[in-house]
């Protein structure tokens, strides 16, 4: 009886002896180095942002920016004009102040529109929201900042060419800094809640069973 008992398996150590082999061989578990593994922490794919969103915001820009030019234009001329030993009549002023203002349709169009495509190429400070696009403060801040050292450059430029004054240049160019930050910044922040000319990158719907 005794031999019977010691030569009959004992299966609740056996299975035991089995649990502490296979979770010996486990090896433990490592983060990933490259970002989550689950799907659902992964960030949202950067949505494409189309060339004529850049168009659009390049217009109604060019809108805001031209009449804020000619106004600051026409004011400085005519009453900086004499200050400087310039003299210029109300009308030759609004003629000079306009040739700046259209001129710079053309320049500043083209220096915007190549702004635009060159910030639509990094996805840095875009944050997504409720699984939208949306641009935070800080990318709003240095792309306001960059374009008013670019565009002021071509006003000055601009406005030194027609009125052949560089401290009435540097005046309508340095004055034109304040204005069009406030107003570039919330031309910004309105187009940052358009979803116009931004294509997300949708899921493919997954096949049932």
Do not use: C
């Not at 601009?158 to 031309?187: D, M, N, R």
């Amino acid at each position: 009886m005794t031999a019977n008992r010691k030569s009959e398996p004992d299966f609740p150590k056996a299975r035991d002896r089995s649990r502490t082999t296979s979770s010996a061989m486990r090896e433990p578990p490592q983060k990933p180095f490259f970002g989550p593994e689950t799907p659902k922490l992964d960030p949202p794919e950067r949505p494409n942002i189309k060339p004529w969103r850049s168009v659009a915001k390049a217009v109604s820009w060019r809108v805001v920016g031209t009449i804020d030019t000619l106004i600051l234009s026409y004011l400085l001329i005519t009453y900086l004009g004499p200050m400087f030993g310039a003299p210029v009549a109300q009308a030759d002023a609004l003629e000079t102040a306009s040739y700046i203002a259209i001129t710079e349709v053309v320049t500043k169009f083209i220096l915007y529109f190549l702004h635009e495509r060159a910030w639509s190429l990094t996805g840095w400070g875009i944050a997504f929201r409720n699984a939208s696009h949306r641009e935070t403060m800080r990318r709003t801040t240095i792309k306001t900042g960059l374009w008013r050292l670019i565009a002021s450059l071509d006003t000055f430029a601009l406005a030194w060419f027609f009125t052949g004054s560089v401290a009435t240049a540097a005046s309508i160019g340095g004055l034109e800094v304040f204005t069009k930050l406030v107003l570039y910044f919330f031309h910004e922040r309105i187009w940052a809640r358009l979803p116009f000319g931004l294509e997300n990158h949708r899921q493919k719907p997954q096949a049932n069973a």
